[in-house]
């Protein structure tokens, strides 16, 4: 089981502030629109007599197994979007899971190195590879 | 709840949760595809989770028993992490601006009191519904047949909003804008547009209501974009901001998201990709079971109630046939009065199955120009699915 937790928390610091989970330091900080940002534990479903209309989103993802450019994407993709991007996938060729990275990369400006493209799709085929698609460009960045 | 092979929590959104969901490893040994996920949001019943940050949830297809689909049960489809969580309605202004005479910033009380209001009932359908049906598979939010609901939306008709702004003469474009964000500064903001001429059709139109209550917040809270007869792509949630442009709109989510090929129903070969695409816009006609669902077994020499819904993009459902035998054979199912064109028209039909054994039930809708459904269908987005349905069920 290789771990490094230090990059997870960084993750997770950076997923916290950009993933709407609230500012912890202000309870009633105004943005645009209107968009209050309210502490954690404050968050209640608003009733209907009150003027700010509140949720709590549930968090439900996947953990994902150790293995090679797990770290990789844990940095790259779970900051922007959860695991079940993948795990809601069927199982797809390395060639399918490598465009996917690069439209990620390339389209939709996801901070992804070219060396990190080649690890990240080498993990997520380890994890939901359809069998027998994996000798392609392994280990390349070529198409 | 569970996946097969995966640990999950679920409960609080604390990075402390989070973080230990993220240092224990779980195994990842099963198959994925196939198994159905239920999860439950804030406002909402249980639905088939697709994925939870951002929510992409499913609507069960019973809930489609019902002429109006549920507030609660109503299909989740968001792109961007940063979705609205909370809104203060004192403060919540609807911008609308640009090549505009009179720039407005609208409170939804004033939305609700200085505009005629209308109600319209719509199908709202992600332009990805039925996705997983797709052969060869592509990649994309793996949708059964559920990404679609039809709710009463009420509101003020854009036309109006667009009239009291003074749009200035030369306008191509407006532009529609929600309170979600992009996670990063590289990730383009979902923005969507319509021409001058559909945005002031006087049906497009901009709901503080669904179904008589305010919307949820996953569904767009505290208003939205109503585009009927169009994919709802150009539904936009929370819509915030207008802009009326004196040139034609450009983003990634026209230019690159959201396209199809130009023939119809937006088919093209794996083999060969279309060279040439347009954005998505309104729906193919299309017709889904309700009941009996896939794998359900009914009982012969008695009769048994099929029914569905069918709809397309608003010159209204004039047939739907029902095969019992695979195809051979078609008879026309009854049709329920219309609710309104752009509405599920409800179909039924009796089935009567004499003997035991394994029976493939098809629908297909037509619609008042003619317009029917695919025999086949493919594009590499795994848009705008409308192949005939096939129920397979078990007489037993």
């Not at chain 1, 709407?20 to 209107?34: E, K, L, M, R």
């Not at chain 2, 009463?152 to 532009?175: C, E, F, H, Y």
């Not at chain 2, 917040?217 to 936009?236: A, K, S």
């Not at chain 2, 230019?255 to 199809?260: E, L, M, N, S, V």
């Amino acid at each position: 089981m290789r771990q490094k937790p230090n990059i997870f928390v960084l993750s997770l610091g950076l997923l916290a502030l950009l993933g709407g989970c609230g500012d912890p330091a202000n309870t009633s900080q105004q943005y645009d629109h209107g968009i209050a940002r309210a502490k954690m534990d404050s968050m209640l479903d608003s009733n209907a007599d009150s003027p700010v209309h509140t949720i709590v989103m549930p968090h439900d993802e996947p953990a994902f197994p150790p293995g090679p450019g797990r770290d990789e994407f844990v940095t790259a993709c779970v900051v922007c979007h959860s695991p079940r991007y993948i795990t809601m996938q069927p199982r797809f060729s390395r060639t399918t899971w490598l465009s996917e990275v690069k439209k990620m990369k390339d389209v939709y400006g996801a901070h992804i190195s070219d060396e990190q493209a080649v690890q990240i799709t080498d993990y997520l085929f380890s994890i939901n590879g359809k069998a027998g698609t994996g000798q392609g460009p392994k280990g390349t960045y070529g198409e | 709840m569970n996946r097969r092979g995966f640990l999950q929590l679920m409960g609080a959104s604390s990075v402390v949760a989070l973080t230990a969901s993220c240092n224990r490893n779980g195994l990842v040994t099963g198959t994925l595809p196939g198994t159905t996920d239920l999860a439950r949001f804030p406002e909402k019943t249980e639905l088939i989770l697709l994925t939870d940050r951002p929510p992409q949830l499913e609507t069960p297809i019973h809930y489609f028993r019902q002429d109006l689909t549920p507030n609660e049960a109503f299909f989740v489809r968001w792109h961007l992490e940063g979705i609205p969580t909370s809104v203060d309605l004192r403060s919540f202004r609807l911008n609308v601006s640009g090549h505009v005479r009179q720039p407005l910033q609208l409170s939804v009380d004033e939305l609700r009191s200085r505009f005629y209001p209308i109600s319209i009932v719509a199908v709202n359908q992600c332009s990805g519904n039925s996705r997983s049906f797709f052969e060869p598979r592509v990649p994309g939010g793996q949708w059964k047949h559920g990404a679609v609901g039809n709710a009463k939306w009420t509101g003020v008709p854009l036309k109006s909003i667009l009239d009291r702004a003074q749009v200035k003469a030369g306008a191509v474009d407006v532009s529609f804008n929600g309170l979600d964000a992009p996670p990063l500064p590289s990730i383009a903001d979902f923005v969507k547009a319509l021409s001058i001429d559909h945005a002031r059709d006087g049906e497009v139109m901009i709901a503080y209501a669904m179904n008589d209550q305010p919307l949820p917040m996953v569904n767009g809270f505290p208003l939205r974009l109503i585009v009927p007869g169009w994919y709802g792509t150009y539904w936009v949630k929370a819509l915030s901001d207008i802009a009326v442009l004196p040139q034609p709109f450009s983003n990634f989510w026209t230019d690159k998201a959201y396209r199809i090929p130009t023939a119809p129903n937006g088919t093209e070969s794996p083999k060969e990709l279309a060279k040439d695409t347009i954005p998505i816009n309104r729906f193919n006609v299309r017709s889904i079971f309700v009941r009996p669902e896939a794998e359900e077994i009914v009982h012969p020499g008695i009769p048994n109630e099929i029914e569905g819904v069918a709809f397309d993009s608003g010159y209204g459902i004039r047939r739907v046939e029902v095969s019992t035998d695979g195809g051979a054979n078609w008879a026309d199912a009854r049709l329920d009065p219309e609710i309104g064109k752009y509405s599920f028209r409800r179909w039924r039909t009796s089935w009567t199955p004499r003997t035991r054994g394994q029976y493939r039930l098809m629908a297909r809708a037509t619609n008042a120009v003619g317009e029917t459904q695919s025999k086949a269908q493919w594009n590499r987005s795994g848009f705008m699915w409308n192949v005939i349905q096939q129920v397979d069920v078990k007489v037993a």
